[in-house]
């Protein structure tokens, strides 16, 4: 997550890119599910099982409520 979107990386390789930085992170079991205005922009599942509370942790030490 950037100031400028969201971006998935596979090692090098750009997976996915939205542009939006008005994206809401909604958490979802083990899911992170990213939302723009009322539409679901994408779907994220991290590899890793705590990966999610990580995130959610950053976020918010970034100001991001």
Not at 13 to 29: A, K, S
């Amino acid at each position: 997550m950037t100031m400028q979107g969201s971006r998935l990386w596979e090692r090098s390789v750009l997976r996915w890119r939205y542009p939006r930085p008005e994206l809401r992170m909604l958490v979802d079991g083990p899911r992170l599910r990213l939302h723009h205005e009322v539409r679901e922009a994408g779907t994220m599942l991290p590899a890793q099982a705590g990966a999610v509370y990580e995130i959610r942790v950053l976020a918010r030490r970034h100001g991001v409520r």
